[in-house]
């Protein structure tokens, strides 16, 4: 699902911007994942839960990279790496937490006992993920369009030799704190042998 519709998605952030996409993506998440937990029985085939994984899946590769998209527009060139970083290690502990979330509800309502059981636990549990999709849905709106040129030119890249002058003042001046050093492409850095 995610190698055709991801695709799709970036483009068309491109145009409607990232807003719409992360909030349709988390949305459709969200539906999909109650409609699991509403839908599913012990006694259910694949063919009662196949539409709910699609709405799911179509919602996650729409969100995904939108979200990944919209972090890295917001920040500087200079800073994509960290922006990039940042956003990959809170994807990662997001999804360590939806898992305990899911554990834990699925742990109260149910068990791996019987296929009853373990119906009784994973419905809340889908419901619980649900709402964590639907609450994510709504902050989306928070994300703005970054009107920052993301084209490097030449002209954009280079440095001077002023700015060179200062950046040595900025590594002198600050002993302690944060180091801010500019390098234009026409430094020579010298790399450890």
Same mark, same amino acid.
């Given at each position: 699902?995610?190698?055709?519709? @991801?695709?799709?998605? &970036?483009? /068309?952030?491109?145009?409607?911007?990232?807003?719409? /996409?992360? +909030?349709?993506?988390?949305?459709?998440?969200?539906?999909?994942?109650?409609?699991?937990?509403?839908?599913? +029985?012990?006694?259910?085939?694949?063919?009662?839960?196949?539409?709910?994984?699609?709405? +799911?899946?179509?919602?996650?590769?729409?969100?995904?990279?939108?979200?990944?998209?919209?972090?890295?527009?917001?920040?500087?060139?200079?800073? +994509?790496?960290?922006?990039?970083?940042? @956003?990959?290690?809170?994807?990662?502990?997001?999804?360590? =937490?939806?898992?305990?979330?899911?554990?834990?509800?699925?742990?109260?309502?149910?068990?791996?006992?019987?296929?009853?059981? =373990?119906? #009784?636990?994973?419905?809340?549990?889908?419901?619980? /993920?649900?709402?964590?999709?639907?609450?994510?849905?709504?902050?989306?709106?928070?994300?703005?369009?970054?009107?920052?040129?993301? #084209?490097?030119?030449? @002209?954009?890249? $280079?440095?001077?030799?002023? $700015?060179?002058?200062?950046?040595? !003042?900025?590594? !002198?001046?600050?002993?302690? &704190?944060?180091?801010?050093?500019?390098?234009?492409?026409?430094?020579?850095?010298?790399?450890?042998?």
């Amino acid at each position: 699902m995610a190698l055709a519709v @991801s695709p799709l998605a &970036g483009r /068309l952030a491109d145009r409607v911007g990232d807003r719409p /996409l992360v +909030t349709l993506g988390l949305g459709l998440q969200a539906v999909g994942l109650l409609l699991l937990g509403v839908v599913v +029985t012990h006694n259910s085939g694949y063919s009662t839960i196949i539409g709910p994984l699609l709405l +799911t899946g179509i919602g996650i590769a729409v969100a995904f990279p939108t979200i990944a998209s919209a972090v890295m527009r917001s920040v500087p060139l200079t800073h +994509t790496a960290i922006a990039s970083g940042v @956003s990959n290690t809170f994807r990662q502990v997001g999804a360590v =937490f939806g898992v305990a979330l899911a554990a834990a509800v699925f742990a109260t309502a149910g068990s791996y006992r019987t296929p009853g059981e =373990f119906v #009784d636990g994973l419905r809340p549990a889908f419901v619980a /993920l649900s709402a964590v999709c639907a609450a994510s849905a709504t902050l989306g709106v928070l994300i703005w369009r970054s009107d920052r040129n993301t #084209d490097a030119t030449p @002209s954009t890249l $280079q440095g001077s030799s002023e $700015q060179s002058r200062q950046a040595t !003042e900025t590594m !002198e001046g600050q002993a302690a &704190g944060h180091l801010r050093v500019r390098v234009s492409p026409n430094d020579q850095i010298a790399r450890p042998r």
